[in-house]
C-alpha cells in the first residue's frame, strides 16, 4: 500500500515543532481526560488514510517510540507535569504497557533518590540502532525545570535479555543544569552517538568505545531557535504562560544509511543542516572550525522529529496542518500523509515490512501552551503507515 500523498498545493512549505514542552497530564494510561480540560470533538480519520493504529493512551503522553527489527515496539513518556507510572515501555499487540526494562527502572521517587543513574528520570527518546540494541536518553530534567544532579545518561539495552549493557553518565561539563538532551542517533560503524541539547542548543557526541562525551556548537546560529518566528500549531500561536512565544533550540536529529553525516535543526526555525560526521569525531577541532564545516541545506518545515530511510529521504514531522513530508536527496520537500488525527506528529521509528511509526503528542493542547487549560480532545497514539517498497 502506497502512502496517501498530499496535493502539491498544499504543501506550501508546511511548518512543524518540537518534541521538548512539557504538558499537564494524568498519571496513567488509560486514565480520563483532567477536569480543567476542555473537550472538544476529536479529529476523524480521513476515508483514505494511511495511518493504522497501534496503540492508543488517553495519559499519560506518549513522545517517542523504537521499533525493533523483530516488530517490539517501545515508547518513553517524559515525566514533564505528570508522573508516569511506565517512563519507557514495551507496548504490546493489544496497546498493553509493560514497564522497560523493568518495574525497578521506571520508579523515581524519594526512596531511590540516591541512585539517579539507575532510574528513568524524565527520559525522552528510546531509539534502535542498526545492530537490534536498544537505546534510552534520559537528559534528567522533570518538568524541564533543571537536571537531577548525576541524572544525565545515556543507556543501552540488550532486547534479548532486556539488561541494561551500557550506561553513561554525563557530567554537568556536558549536561549543565539547564540543558535538556532531546534526540539520539547512534553509528554502529565508528561506535559513536550524536544528541541533540535543545535546552541551550548544542550537540553532545558520544565516543561509545571510551564514553568519553563532548559537547559540540553550544550556541552556533545553527543550533538556536529563530526568534523571529510565530509557530502556530491548529492556527493557535504557541504562547507560554510567561507570554513568551515558543522558541525551541536544536531538537530533530537524523544519521544518514552510511553515517556519513548528521542532519539536525532547531524545531523553531526553517533551516535544515548538517555536517560530515567525520568532523566531529574529530576531537582535534575547535568549534569555530566546525562551524565552517556546517552545511545550510536551506528552507524545510519548522518540524520536530526527523529519520531517514533507505534511499536517504528525509522524513520530517510537520505538525502546523497535521502532516509528514520528506526531503529528497536533491533537496525537493514532498507530501507523505496528511490526517488531523496527526495532532503535533512527534517521533518516527523504521520497522520491519516496510512500516514507519509516528507518535502524536499534541504538546499544543497541554496546559503549558493554553493558559493552563489542556485542551486534549483525542488519545495520544502510535500511528504507522505501510510505505512504498
Given at each position: 500500500?502506497?502512502?496517501?500523498?498530499?496535493?502539491?498545493?498544499?504543501?506550501?512549505?508546511?511548518?512543524?515543532?518540537?518534541?521538548?514542552?512539557?504538558?499537564?497530564?494524568?498519571?496513567?494510561?488509560?486514565?480520563?481526560?483532567?477536569?480543567?480540560?476542555?473537550?472538544?470533538?476529536?479529529?476523524?480519520?480521513?476515508?483514505?488514510?494511511?495511518?493504522?493504529?497501534?496503540?492508543?493512551f488517553r495519559e499519560p503522553q506518549i513522545v517517542g517510540v523504537a521499533v525493533l527489527?523483530?516488530?517490539?515496539?517501545?515508547?518513553?513518556?517524559?515525566?514533564?507535569?505528570?508522573?508516569?507510572?511506565?517512563?519507557?515501555?514495551?507496548?504490546?499487540?493489544?496497546?498493553?504497557?509493560?514497564?522497560?526494562?523493568?518495574?525497578?527502572?521506571?520508579?523515581?521517587?524519594?526512596?531511590?533518590?540516591?541512585?539517579?543513574?539507575?532510574?528513568?528520570?524524565?527520559?525522552?527518546?528510546?531509539?534502535?540502532?542498526?545492530?537490534?540494541?536498544?537505546?534510552?536518553?534520559?537528559?534528567?530534567?522533570?518538568?524541564?525545570?533543571?537536571?537531577?544532579?548525576?541524572?544525565?545518561?545515556?543507556?543501552?539495552?540488550?532486547?534479548?535479555?532486556?539488561?541494561?549493557?551500557?550506561?553513561?553518565?554525563?557530567?554537568?561539563?556536558?549536561?549543565?543544569?539547564?540543558?535538556?538532551?532531546?534526540?539520539?542517533?547512534?553509528?554502529?560503524?565508528?561506535?559513536?552517538?550524536?544528541?541533540?541539547?535543545?535546552?541551550?542548543?548544542?550537540?553532545?557526541?558520544?565516543?561509545?568505545?571510551?564514553?568519553?562525551?563532548?559537547?559540540?556548537?553550544?550556541?552556533?546560529?545553527?543550533?538556536?531557535?529563530?526568534?523571529?518566528?510565530?509557530?502556530?500549531?491548529?492556527?493557535?500561536?504557541?504562547?507560554?504562560?510567561?507570554?513568551?512565544?515558543?522558541?525551541?533550540?536544536?531538537?530533530?536529529?537524523?544519521?544518514?544509511?552510511?553515517?556519513?553525516?548528521?542532519?539536525?535543526?532547531?524545531?523553531?526555525?526553517?533551516?535544515?543542516?548538517?555536517?560530515?560526521?567525520?568532523?566531529?569525531?574529530?576531537?582535534?577541532?575547535?568549534?569555530?572550525?566546525?562551524?565552517?564545516?556546517?552545511?545550510?541545506?536551506?528552507?524545510?518545515?519548522?518540524?520536530?522529529?526527523?529519520?531517514?530511510?533507505?534511499?536517504?529521504?528525509?522524513?520530517?514531522?510537520?505538525?502546523?496542518?497535521?502532516?509528514?513530508?520528506?526531503?529528497?536527496?536533491?533537496?525537493?520537500?514532498?507530501?507523505?500523509?496528511?490526517?488531523?488525527?496527526?495532532?503535533?506528529?512527534?517521533?518516527?521509528?523504521?520497522?520491519?515490512?516496510?512500516?514507519?511509526?509516528?507518535?502524536?503528542?499534541?504538546?499544543?493542547?497541554?496546559?503549558?501552551?493554553?493558559?493552563?487549560?489542556?485542551?486534549?480532545?483525542?488519545?495520544?497514539?502510535?500511528?504507522?503507515?505501510?510505505?512504498?517498497?
Amino acid at each position: 500500500m502506497r502512502p496517501a500523498i498530499l496535493p502539491a498545493s498544499l504543501l506550501a512549505l508546511v511548518v512543524a515543532s518540537s518534541c521538548s514542552s512539557p504538558s499537564s497530564t494524568a498519571n496513567e494510561v488509560g486514565a480520563t481526560i483532567s477536569a480543567d480540560s476542555t473537550v472538544a470533538t476529536a479529529p476523524q480519520a480521513p476515508a483514505n488514510s494511511p495511518l493504522q493504529i497501534v496503540a492508543a493512551f488517553r495519559e499519560p503522553q506518549i513522545v517517542g517510540v523504537a521499533v525493533l527489527p523483530d516488530g517490539r515496539v517501545f515508547g518513553d513518556f517524559p515525566r514533564w507535569d505528570n508522573n508516569p507510572i511506565n517512563p519507557v515501555a514495551e507496548i504490546g499487540a493489544n496497546g498493553s504497557v509493560k514497564p522497560y526494562s523493568d518495574a525497578n527502572w521506571c520508579t523515581w521517587n524519594e526512596t531511590v533518590r540516591n541512585e539517579p543513574q539507575k532510574h528513568w528520570i524524565c527520559p525522552q527518546s528510546v531509539y534502535a540502532d542498526k545492530t537490534g540494541m536498544l537505546w534510552v536518553l534520559d537528559p534528567a530534567s522533570p518538568n524541564i525545570k533543571g537536571t537531577v544532579v548525576g541524572g544525565p545518561k545515556l543507556v543501552e539495552i540488550d532486547p534479548k535479555t532486556n539488561k541494561v549493557t551500557r550506561n553513561i553518565s554525563f557530567s554537568e561539563s556536558v549536561a549543565a543544569r539547564k540543558s535538556y538532551l532531546n534526540d539520539v542517533r547512534v553509528d554502529t560503524e565508528h561506535n559513536y552517538a550524536y544528541i541533540t541539547e535543545s535546552g541551550i542548543g548544542a550537540l553532545v557526541v558520544v565516543d561509545l568505545k571510551s564514553s568519553k562525551a563532548r559537547k559540540l556548537l553550544e550556541k552556533h546560529p545553527s543550533m538556536l531557535g529563530d526568534t523571529t518566528l510565530n509557530i502556530k500549531a491548529d492556527g493557535h500561536e504557541m504562547i507560554d504562560p510567561t507570554g513568551k512565544k515558543a522558541r525551541f533550540n536544536a531538537d530533530g536529529i537524523a544519521l544518514s544509511q552510511d553515517f556519513q553525516y548528521l542532519y539536525w535543526k532547531p524545531l523553531t526555525s526553517y533551516k535544515l543542516y548538517r555536517i560530515k560526521t567525520e568532523a566531529l569525531r574529530n576531537a582535534t577541532l575547535t568549534d569555530a572550525q566546525l562551524g565552517q564545516q556546517i552545511e545550510d541545506l536551506g528552507k524545510v518545515p519548522a518540524c520536530d522529529g526527523m529519520e531517514i530511510d533507505a534511499q536517504n529521504n528525509l522524513y520530517m514531522t510537520a505538525f502546523e496542518n497535521h502532516s509528514i513530508v520528506r526531503r529528497t536527496p536533491a533537496g525537493k520537500i514532498e507530501p507523505v500523509v496528511q490526517d488531523p488525527r496527526l495532532e503535533w506528529p512527534d517521533t518516527f521509528a523504521f520497522g520491519p515490512n516496510g512500516m514507519l511509526y509516528i507518535t502524536n503528542s499534541a504538546i499544543h493542547k497541554t496546559a503549558t501552551w493554553n493558559k493552563g487549560i489542556g485542551r486534549q480532545d483525542q488519545p495520544y497514539h502510535i500511528f504507522k503507515m505501510r510505505m512504498a517498497q
